[in-house]
């Protein structure tokens, strides 16, 4: 009997993200280690500039690496093994997951530079009620959609546009089920609720110092951050299928 041939369109980035966490894996770089430049790394790939910086910011997004401009790119994590990746993803469900992230980049970072704009005190205080909602949650072991869920609709809620609150409202019962999604996706990073927190605070900070421009490009950062971690987890569930056929 024939040996069966498995043929799989790859990515390119995909190819440097498999790159990058085999040299980690395999002992050559180490948490700490700062990797060759870019154009260095790109030449060992042998793949342009641009298809290197978005396996490198996949990597970034996943709290694997962090880019420190001007500085370098460091080794920050250990990456996760890819055992338990086929139990979390679902192809269908992944594509739903970057539909409803790019959806929400076009409303959400928009609402967070008016946010940042025209919230008031109250605004300001249900905001930050939610974050740390969550921030309790996480300290007590706890992982529920709903202080993630209410820190985006306040942000909505202050918006004081009613257009947006009414859509909101309107697709309330979709985007909770987004976030079902992405929290189940999510705790396949040890890390992820570290991660949310750390970009929430950025957010924050910059709708509490009345920063448009700077809250949106937050929120887009937080959102593209989370289309990040997905893509991690369909690379390595794409290597994982191609181990095993």
Known sequence: MKERLVIRKKKMYEEVVERILQ?????????????????ELSEMFGVGTPTLREGLSVLSSSGILEIRHGNGIYIKR????????????????YEQ???????????????????????????????????RRLEEEITRGEITI?????????????????IFIQTASTIEHIIRQYFHLSLRYGKTFPWHRELVVTEHRKIIENIRNKKPREARNAMLEHLNNVAGRAKLLESLAKGEKLDKS
């Open 97 to 131: 997951l970057l539909s409803w992230v790019e959806f929400r980049r076009a409303l959400e970072a928009e609402a967070a530079a008016l946010a940042a704009e025209r919230r008031d005190e109250a605004d300001l205080e249900a905001i930050e009620a939610a974050e």
């Open 78 to 93: 250990f990456p996760l093994e890819a055992e338990d990746v086929l139990a979390q993803i679902n192809e269908v469900e």
């Open 23 to 39: 040299l980690i894996k395999s002992g050559e770089y180490k948490v700490g280690d700062r990797l060759p430049p870019v154009q």
């Open 146 to 162: 709903e202080p993630d869920y209410q820190f985006h609709n306040t942000i909505a809620l202050a918006t004081k546009n009613p």
